[in-house]
Nanobody
Framework: QVQLVQSGGGLVQAGGSLRLSCAAS????????MGWFRQAPGKEREFVAA?????GYADSVKGRFTISRDNAKNTVYLQMNNLKPEDTAVYYC??????????????????WGQGTQVTVSS
């Protein structure tokens, strides 16, 4: 069992930056694919970024968001720069064991964080 605890988020003006953190329990963090997803009101949960053997980013955040992980701290981060109002959503981190999952599909993830609100004002 893996528990994911998120921190960060909040309210920021357009063009600003925020960093989200997601701390995982367990001893084999380095063996997990870690992803970030978001869900805006009235919309489906969508892929943002993932780190695994390949990993990647959604087109909407490429060049603005950076995912990174610190395996010594069992933590994955999402640095969000040049934020836009359309980035407003609840952000979730997620984990799945191994590196074979299709990382952009939320159905492939087994563990989820509690979610954190990011609001970008115009």
């Amino acid at each position: 069992q893996v528990q994911l605890v998120q921190s960060g988020g909040g309210l920021v003006q357009a063009g600003g930056s925020l960093r989200l953190s997601c701390a995982a329990s367990g001893r084999t963090f380095s063996s997990y694919t870690m992803g970030w997803f978001r869900q805006a009101p009235g919309k489906e949960r969508e892929f943002v970024a993932a780190t695994s053997r390949t990993g990647g980013y959604a087109d909407s955040v490429k060049g603005r968001f950076t995912i990174s992980r610190d395996n010594a701290k069992n933590t994955v981060y999402l640095q969000m720069n040049n934020l836009k109002p359309e980035d407003t959503a609840v952000y979730y981190c997620a984990a799945v064991y191994g590196f074979n999952a299709v990382y952009y599909d939320p159905d492939n993830y087994a563990y989820w964080g509690q979610g954190t609100q990011v609001t970008v004002s115009s």
